[in-house]
């Protein structure tokens, strides 16, 4: 997992406009010579909270310089539960911090979860070509804030099933020649998103045929394909770096009656470069990209003005980095950038239910594309027993867009009534500050912490009508810290170690009738309000704990065996970024037991 930040961020194009984080597969194994060697690793797992039970299985094989690897997980939890806590309808505490409407055994949050994947690859004197591709599919139930209390009538609790798949096939190579470094790459991507009526569960859906074959109202499917090529040249005295340029094509297929968003094919071209000069001891970095995409969606019943339905966007995006290294561990490094990200097709033509912020959403199409200008400050110490890193920021977005909760309301097609949220932009400004330390006072001791701190406001977002207010959406500050006591090998007993870690995770406000769930602050008396639950949170602590220890048991192969416990305390608490904290509390304590070995 690499966490790109800052220059090279304009590799990635414009989903990445602060960033992004590049998942990078593993490479075939290979031998070396023609002796065949067979390999693999199996585990398993266990949670008591929600009786979440995994296997996994891994196997590899090799000859030569021709390697294969496939494997596979089966996941299946309950429902989870929370700490033992009063409910509104006992109390009949509601507005801001109001008792949730559900605790204990929060109903419809099981889920059946697999994956599986295959890779082959080749390597040789040419460079490396690899052919990989994964499947994963969650069937699970989503608890909705409508109902009541597990057991009452009635207005018995309701949910309803939901079928997530996502599809990877890729198709890449390192190709050298004459000292550039090719690498092409053609992917396949498909996103499907399935969910069933409201009321219509897992079980429901079983019943009426299966997964497979069961009539959707909300079945959306995305495919999207890329090809890219990026040319590593040879350094050129002391500049080194790459260009490249990349084809994709989406095709988003909103096949259901349920057309929350409608039908639509984008087209993105993009070319790039991205350069490091070494100065020693300073390396200065930049590059620069160029995007030209196009939008057309399909019209349908629900859909404007055609002439609306077609968008295309061109945009230039820059980033200028440079790092100085002292010669005792430590540097300092900035960032000057540049991004954009074009608007969605959800963002621009959406118009339907979405359950997600439980609300009635309408797209815009007369938005702008997301234009980014970043700057960064970091410190960075490494040293024997001491890393750390400091980094300051500040991010000016202009045309930020985000939900505006226009306090209209609207009857949708159940009788309930829903808030109406439309996608609108402001100029934006998020300033924030991160920091990490690790230490090793004792060969045996490692204690370690980290903080971040984010803020972030918009144009005319203020509770009175022109000043600013606060962005929706974004996380609570946060500081962490962990002991890890690492003792020696001792017989049997190989790379061991017991960590006590802590989240303390501040006090958030909701951004007044821009948050989503905002609706949850207030009483029932104020309009057509849920009475119970909260959008804002209180500052709260989570304490976990696990022990690790490998087993050489003479048989081969070793066995690593691990114990944790999640919120150990049993704390009552609501994230400001949970789905639910509007109407249930989070998961209670959950004792974890892990096993797995390697062949």
Not at 445 to 472: F, M
Not at 544 to 568: H, Y
Request: glycine share 12%.
């Amino acid at each position: 997992m690499e966490v790109v930040r800052g220059a090279s961020s304009i590799l990635y194009g414009s989903d990445a406009l602060g960033g992004a984080i590049n998942v990078i597969s593993k490479p075939a194994p290979t031998t070396g010579v023609d002796a065949f060697e067979v390999g693999g690793s199996a585990s398993t797992q266990y949670y008591t909270n929600n009786n979440e039970r995994a296997v996994a299985l891994d196997l590899s094989a090799a000859q030569g310089n021709v390697g294969w690897r496939v494997g596979a997980e089966r996941r299946i939890a309950g429902n989870y539960h929370t700490p033992d806590a009063p409910t509104f309808s006992e109390t009949k505490e509601g507005g801001t911090f109001g008792d949730p409407r559900y605790t204990g055994e929060v109903p419809f949050t099981n889920f059946e979860q697999w994956s599986t994947y295959g890779q082959v690859g080749l390597q040789g004197a040419f460079g490396t070509l690899q052919l990989y591709g994964d499947y994963w599919s969650n069937a699970q139930n989503f608890l909705l804030p409508a109902g009541g209390t597990p057991g009452q009538t009635p207005f018995p609790a309701a949910g309803l099933g939901q079928n997530l798949e996502h599809s990877n096939v890729v198709l890449k190579g390192n190709i050298v020649a004459d000292g550039f470094v090719l690498k092409p790459r053609l992917s396949w991507q498909r996103s499907i998103r399935q969910s069933g009526a409201p009321g219509t569960n897992l079980g429901d859906i079983r019943d009426g045929g299966g997964l497979a074959r069961f009539d959707y109202p909300l079945d959306l499917k995305t495919d999207i394909y890329t090809g890219r090529l990026e040319v590593a040249h040879p350094p050129i005295g002391s500049l080194s770096g790459t260009i490249g340029a990349e084809v994709q094509h989406q095709d988003a297929d909103t096949r259901g009656p349920a057309e929350l968003q409608p039908s639509a094919r984008t087209w993105n071209t993009g070319v790039f470069f991205f350069e490091d000069l070494d100065l020693d001891p300073i390396t200065v970095s930049f590059g620069s990209r160029l995007d030209v995409r196009t939008i057309d969606a399909v019209e349908n019943e629900r859909t404007g003005d055609p002439d609306d339905l077609e968008n295309t966007y061109t945009t230039l995006s820059g980033a200028v980095g440079a790092s100085y290294a002292f010669g005792d561990g430590v540097a300092i490094a900035t960032n000057l950038s540049s991004g954009f990200r074009a608007p969605s097709v959800f963002e621009l033509y959406a118009s339907g239910v979405h359950g997600g912020v439980a609300a009635f959403q309408q797209g815009n199409p007369d938005l702008e594309p997301e234009r980014s200008y970043s700057a960064d400050l970091s410190l960075r110490v490494r040293r024997d027993r001491v890393t750390a890193e400091v980094t300051g920021y500040v991010n000016a977005i202009q045309n930020y867009i985000y939900l505006e909760n226009t306090d209209r309301e609207r009857v949708v097609s159940n009788g309930d009534t829903l808030s109406v949220f439309v996608a609108n932009q402001t100029e934006a400004l998020i300033p924030g500050i991160e920091a990490t330390v690790e230490t090793s006072p004792l060969p045996w001791l490692k204690v370690g912490g980290s903080a971040a701190v984010l803020d972030g406001t918009g144009d005319g977002l203020g509770a009175d009508e022109g000043d600013d207010g606060k962005l929706p959406l974004l996380p609570a500050n946060t500081v962490r810290g962990f002991v890890r006591w690492v003792p020696a090998d001792t017989g049997p007993l190989t790379n061991s170690q017991v960590e006590l870690s802590l989240k303390r995770a501040l006090d958030k406000d909701a951004a007044g009738r821009f948050e989503p769930f905002a609706q949850f602050d207030k009483l029932d008396t104020e309009g057509p309000n849920p009475s119970f639950g909260t959008a804002s949170t209180r500052a709260y602590s989570v304490v976990n704990v696990e022990a690790r220890t490998t087993l050489a048991l003479g048989l081969g192969a070793p066995l690593t065996v691990s114990v944790g416990v999640d919120n150990l305390l049993d704390e009552t608490y609501r994230d400001f970024l949970d789905t639910y904290k509007g109407y249930a509390l989070p998961p209670g304590r959950d004792v974890q037991f892990s096993l797995s070995t390697s062949f």
